[in-house]
């Protein structure tokens, strides 16, 4: 009978022991990675990522959408903190987009998850730093509810009210994993809705890609941080043997074999060019012109619209936040990006050069990872696009004095 307690006893013991380990390790595991997503850029690309509950995303037949009327608090896995996120009856981030007021100028912003920006609040994303920026040159008030004042209701109306705030509208439309195929299918969707006279599509170097589904969480990996990390490893490795697959193509040269220190990329060459291969299927893909030649037709498209529509169309490329904090200038996706708008004949910016200017003066990164911005980097983001898209903005107001001073 004691033999028997005995077993019992060291069995429960065990079974005890084993579920302390594992809690404790989690508990590491769900630091360490708080720790890394909260600290300075990471090396290697980040193969997904995750939103916590609730769910904010719906698969359509043109890609993921954000729900519409949200209004929650989501934790974003790129900064590590806690963010508002509210989206209007279009699905779009930010309060109402209201019938367009007499006078009103609205600048659409397209892009990917840099422009939508969850890992910012909302009135640190750079459309609505922008907006701020150009209501302050054309001197009069933001509108109320808009993109920059987080702290309206969902339900909120945004947009022009009287004749003492701000005609200028900027409306963020970013979708986060978006492509430039799924910008243009937003813009066909819900964009032309919002009647815009300038669209800004704020470009990535992955914008080739098509619109990805980012897993959330399944099962034991929904609970346990260690289940969790196991996946991740296990789609790392998937995406490595595609990004081998890609760059051998492209590239018609091995994949880098050689290992090199984390921060290796910023003083070598090599490492960089290992970097580059290891997001093959990511940002690594603008290195190769096949790129540029997949988005030229949507571009085109987004062109074509503009010409149909009316509004006046500007393309800004973010860089890589490699590319930004390397001691030397990588610039080979700029170059390629540079020649498909000098041919399309389209109005754009380039922000990887003044980028580079702010960090080597600060030393401080401007994105979380290796694109999201910090509030610092969206900042310094909408100031570059407001002397872009400054011109268009000036002759509206320009244009419409004259007929103000007339109604008066």
């Given at each position: 009978?004691?033999?028997?307690?005995?077993?019992?006893?060291?069995?429960?013991?065990?079974?005890?022991?084993?579920?302390?380990?594992?809690?404790?390790?989690?508990?590491?595991?769900?630091?360490?990675?708080?720790?890394?997503?909260?600290?300075?850029?990471?090396?290697?690309?980040?193969?997904?990522?995750?939103?916590?509950?609730?769910?904010?995303?719906?698969?359509?037949?043109?890609?993921?959408?954000?729900?519409?009327?949200?209004?929650?608090?989501?934790?974003?896995?790129?900064?590590?903190?806690?963010?508002?996120?509210?989206?209007?009856?279009?699905?779009?981030?930010?309060?109402?987009?209201?019938?367009?007021?007499?006078?009103?100028?609205?600048?659409?912003?397209?892009?990917?998850?840099?422009?939508?920006?969850?890992?910012?609040?909302?009135?640190?994303?750079?459309?609505?730093?922008?907006?701020?920026?150009?209501?302050?040159?054309?001197?009069?008030?933001?509108?109320?509810?808009?993109?920059?004042?987080?702290?309206?209701?969902?339900?909120?109306?945004?947009?022009?009210?009287?004749?003492?705030?701000?005609?200028?509208?900027?409306?963020?439309?970013?979708?986060?994993?978006?492509?430039?195929?799924?910008?243009?299918?937003?813009?066909?969707?819900?964009?032309?809705?919002?009647?815009?006279?300038?669209?800004?599509?704020?470009?990535?170097?992955?914008?080739?890609?098509?619109?990805?589904?980012?897993?959330?969480?399944?099962?034991?990996?929904?609970?346990?941080?260690?289940?969790?990390?196991?996946?991740?490893?296990?789609?790392?490795?998937?995406?490595?043997?595609?990004?081998?697959?890609?760059?051998?193509?492209?590239?018609?040269?091995?994949?880098?074999?050689?290992?090199?220190?984390?921060?290796?990329?910023?003083?070598?060459?090599?490492?960089?060019?290992?970097?580059?291969?290891?997001?093959?299927?990511?940002?690594?893909?603008?290195?190769?012109?096949?790129?540029?030649?997949?988005?030229?037709?949507?571009?085109?498209?987004?062109?074509?619209?503009?010409?149909?529509?009316?509004?006046?169309?500007?393309?800004?490329?973010?860089?890589?936040?490699?590319?930004?904090?390397?001691?030397?200038?990588?610039?080979?996706?700029?170059?390629?990006?540079?020649?498909?708008?000098?041919?399309?004949?389209?109005?754009?910016?380039?922000?990887?050069?003044?980028?580079?200017?702010?960090?080597?003066?600060t030393r401080r990164s401007l994105a979380y990872?290796?694109?999201?911005?910090?509030?610092?980097?969206?900042?310094?983001?909408?100031?570059?696009?407001?002397?872009?898209?400054?011109?268009?903005?000036?002759?509206?107001?320009?244009h419409a004095r004259p007929a103000d001073n007339?109604?008066?």
């Amino acid at each position: 009978m004691n033999r028997r307690r005995r077993i019992i006893f060291a069995a429960a013991a065990v079974v005890f022991g084993s579920i302390v380990a594992l809690v404790f390790g989690d508990l590491i595991v769900y630091w360490w990675d708080a720790r890394t997503a909260a600290g300075r850029p990471r090396a290697g690309p980040i193969p997904f990522t995750r939103l916590a509950d609730p769910p904010i995303n719906d698969m359509t037949p043109g890609g993921m959408r954000l729900r519409r009327m949200l209004d929650c608090t989501i934790v974003d896995p790129a900064s590590g903190k806690e963010v508002r996120l509210r989206t209007n009856a279009l699905g779009y981030r930010g309060g109402q987009v209201m019938p367009k007021a007499p006078g009103e100028y609205r600048i659409l912003v397209l892009g990917d998850s840099i422009t939508l920006s969850l890992h910012t609040e909302e009135k640190d994303t750079y459309p609505a730093v922008l907006e701020r920026l150009l209501c302050d040159v054309a001197g009069t008030q933001q509108p109320t509810g808009s993109a920059g004042e987080s702290s309206a209701p969902a339900s909120a109306p945004a947009g022009p009210r009287g004749d003492s705030e701000c005609l200028i509208r900027v409306i963020n439309a970013g979708m986060r994993g978006a492509g430039l195929r799924e910008e243009l299918l937003i813009l066909t969707e819900t964009g032309l809705l919002t009647q815009p006279d300038l669209v800004i599509v704020g470009l990535y170097l992955n914008d080739a890609k098509r619109s990805r589904v980012y897993p959330l969480p399944e099962g034991l990996a929904a609970y346990s941080a260690i289940a969790r990390k196991m996946s991740d490893i296990a789609l790392a490795n998937e995406l490595s043997d595609k990004a081998r697959a890609r760059w051998e193509k492209y590239s018609g040269r091995p994949f880098p074999a050689m290992s090199f220190p984390l921060d290796a990329w910023r003083t070598d060459r090599e490492a960089f060019e290992a970097e580059k291969a290891k997001a093959a299927c990511d940002w690594g893909f603008a290195w190769f012109r096949a790129a540029w030649d997949e988005m030229r037709p949507d571009m085109q498209l987004i062109k074509d619209l503009a010409a149909r529509y009316g509004f006046e169309l500007v393309v800004v490329l973010f860089p890589s936040a490699l590319q930004v904090e390397a001691e030397f200038l990588d610039d080979v996706p700029q170059a390629y990006f540079a020649e498909m708008v000098r041919e399309m004949r389209i109005p754009h910016a380039d922000l990887l050069i003044p980028m580079r200017a702010a960090f080597q003066a600060t030393r401080r990164s401007l994105a979380y990872d290796n694109c999201h911005l910090t509030p610092e980097g969206n900042r310094l983001a909408a100031e570059l696009i407001r002397e872009l898209v400054h011109p268009f903005v000036a002759a509206h107001l320009e244009h419409a004095r004259p007929a103000d001073n007339a109604n008066h």
